[in-house]
RNA sequence: GGCGCCGUAGCCAAGUGGUAAGGCCCGGGACUGCAAAUCCCGUAUGCAUCGGUUCGACUCCGAUCGGCGCCUCCA
């Protein structure tokens, strides 16, 4: 069944049913890193939230198209490499200094993604695998007159389109009297106008165009590649909030002037994370990697639940006491998993209320739609599960579930993990060793001896394994 | 200065005109040889503050206080 799902545009400031351009299809792009260090968990929160975005369209039904880009040709990316290199190095060699620089980084970000399992993009293109599309796009901005070329640059000129400032919902006058601009650096016409393609200075790498030696501006790769790749009307553009503008503003600029119609129809963004209350600098010591925290010994996959469930479009005070809350909520939900992949009857104690399984079930499953369709509401989705959980454990503790009902909740944890990739089913076996204390122990509680049988068991924690005897007289399993 | 967001229990957090979801933590009890897991009970007479609108407001309006973002290359 194909779920219609909504999402705060922010070109329009509502929260609006995401209506594709082909049904049943979903043509997402999403702003992917520049690649000159590690990605810290502030940028993680937005990769993060985009997969929220993508895997929610999967597990409601459409087919995905994503595309993200990685920009390995920027300022802080020159500044980065080019440091070895002598004054009067050739070109060629600035080249490779960069995709040095650029290629290792790129494998460090995706190394982190499929730790955060976060899914990869169909599409994951190079900035300067485009370059030649990004010249044609700047050709054409300059053939419509919305572009103009100064001493080897190429700049956009706002005042010839009118809607510019749609997204951002800035005014011109508003603009000009809070910019701050290095105005020695651009000969440009207007203080607004953005450059498109910027001439090289010296030391910096450079590719030819019709303009001279230059490179590309920051906003170009994203029009370029998006459109090359995803075509002329995108359903989907996401990225951080600081993003709205100038990045994506001038996306649009870019793109709708050269196309002459709507390029995107819908924008989301995410909100930032701060850190224990502050926001996250290097100069505070809160500034923290994936592999920071991985370091500490963080659980890569808590660090995932504790950002996807909080709301998206919300600050999210990033806190170990809340990486902590999300270890065990989510010991929560795997505990339950394996109660339903096992055969139940766990507790005793009074029961509040007789129900019907499959019937709580579909209510669960329904909430929790509604809440995923309603702008990514996870903390709501989250609050579905939970409910469900609560309820079905005191059932089976009284009236055990049958084999049916529990494939029918298991089927409903995969259908949710499709989206939170947190809770999968684990198939992993005992080693013989453990098989054997496991039955050791066994004897032990048998024959009554009560010393022998919790020496078993701590020799078992202490190798990671925690049991859980059963009402029945059996005994499961789990990890620590 | 302009535009905008946020302030709900010890912590995190949903709700946004009809009388406070959920998670973590905490206390009591049940079950258990003891645990673990699980269940039951309890934990905000109140949603920053002060006014207003309304039969009724956490939810709408106004003011105040506090925190944050954007206003040209930062997720």
Known sequence: MRR???????????????????????SLYTCGPTVYNYAHIGNLRTFLFQDLLKRTFAAGGHQVMHCMNITDVED??????????????PNEARHAAMKALTERFTA????????????PADHLPRATHYIPQMIRLVQNLEARGLAYAREGSVYYRIANLPQYGCLAHLDREGMQAGASVDADEYERDAISDF?????????????????????????????????ELLGERVDIHSGGVDLIFPHHENEIAQSEGCLG?????????????????????????????????????????????AIQSNHYRKVLNFSFEGLRAAENALKRIRAFRKRMEGEGQAGGGPWKEQLDPMA?????????WAAMADDLNTPEALAAIFTLINDLNAMDDHVALTREERGAVLAFLDESD???????????????????????????????NWAEAD????????????LEDRKDGSTGWRRA
Not at 5 to 25: A, D, H, K
Not at 108 to 119: A, G, K, M, N, Q
């Open 195 to 227: 450059v498109l393609w910027k001439g090289a200075k010296p030391g910096e790498p450079w590719w030819d165009s019709p303009w001279g030696q230059g490179r590309p501006g920051w906003h170009i790769e994203c029009s370029a590649m998006g459109m």
């Open 4 to 26: 219609t799902i909504s999402l705060f545009n922010t070109l329009t400031r509502r929260v609006e049913p995401v209506v594709p351009v082909i049904e049943g299809q979903i």
């Open 261 to 305: 119609h709507r390029w995107v129809n819908h924008w989301v963004h995410g909100e930032f994370l701060m850190v224990e209350g502050q926001k996250m600098a290097k100069s505070l010591g809160n500034f923290f990697t994936l592999r920071d925290l991985v370091a500490k010994g963080v659980d890569p996959i808590a660090l995932r639940y």
């Open 76 to 89: 802080k990316i020159i500044r980065d490499s080019q440091g070895g290199l002598s004054a009067d190095a």
């Open 108 to 119: 460090i970000f995706l190394e982190d993604l499929e730790t955060l399992r976060v899914r």
């Open 455 to 466: 020496r078993v068991r701590d020799q078992l924690k202490a190798m990671g394994i925690v």
């Open 360 to 368: 709580r079930l579909e209510q669960a499953r329904e909430a929790f």
């Open 418 to 448: 499709a989206i939170f990739a947190a809770w999968p089913h684990e198939t992993e076996n005992l080693d013989a060793e453990v098989e054997a204390l496991i039955d050791a122990r066994r004897a032990a509680k048998a024959a009554k």
